[in-house]
């Protein structure tokens, strides 16, 4: 099996619901996130898939939750926006792209603070 990884960022206001502690108030974050995609085979170019094309799906998911409060996006209704739930949005969301290229999703990881990571695979 190979795998590829690619990192981005996006930056972004949350609160967390139900939690005791100075993250309950409004705050901002530089995440960072990276997408692991595998393949048993090789392209016939010799690649699990072409970064810029696996950047372009991460970027326009990216945009949509970039400079905004997440706790007021659709994507987090019901769900409280912290690392982990961002992982699995992200995940969520990127997947079916991915899954037409015939590739499999394997992690996202999102890290809120250089030191603190939050990582969704559905398995």
Known sequence: MFEIKITSGFSSAHRLEDYNGECENLHGHNWKVALYIAREKLDASGMVMDFK??????ENFLSRIDHQY???????KGINPTAEHIAM???NNICPAVKKENLCLRKVQVWETQGNSA????E
């Open 119 to 122: 990582s969704y695979c559905p």
């Open 53 to 58: 094309k696996l950047n372009d799906i991460l």
């Open 70 to 76: 997440l706790n007021g996006l659709e994507f987090f």
């Open 89 to 91: 949005v992200i995940y």
